[in-house]
């Protein structure tokens, strides 16, 4: 079979959303030659093995419209302020 992933979906949310199991993004990082921490652009076909689904999960998923993406995005905000600076980093003692 194959799936289709959305904006910032991981290996690990394409597995959630279709194999039921978080932990065979594993199995699908291998049958697909990607490492695990690979970025996949939406839109993207990842093949899996139909018979790893745990169908009550993926019944779940499809019947709540559910479509896990929590792959990181490509700038982060990092918080500033005197609770966020490091010394001699930010936060300069003279």
Excluded: W
């Excluded at 030659?33 to 499809?62: C, H």
Aim: proline share 2%; net charge negative; glycine share 8%.
């Amino acid at each position: 079979m194959e799936a289709v992933s959305t904006y910032k979906q991981s290996l690990f949310d394409v597995a959630l959303q279709h194999l039921g199991d978080a932990q065979k993004a594993f199995d699908l990082a291998v049958l697909n030659g990607r490492s695990l921490t690979d970025d996949l652009g939406a839109g993207e076909v990842i093949i899996f093995d139909e018979t790893q689904k745990n169908r009550q999960m993926t019944q779940y998923y499809s019947v709540n419209a559910l479509q896990p993406a929590t792959a990181l995005s490509e700038t982060v905000d990092i918080p500033g302020g005197i609770n966020f600076m490091g010394i001699e980093i930010d936060f300069i003692v003279s």
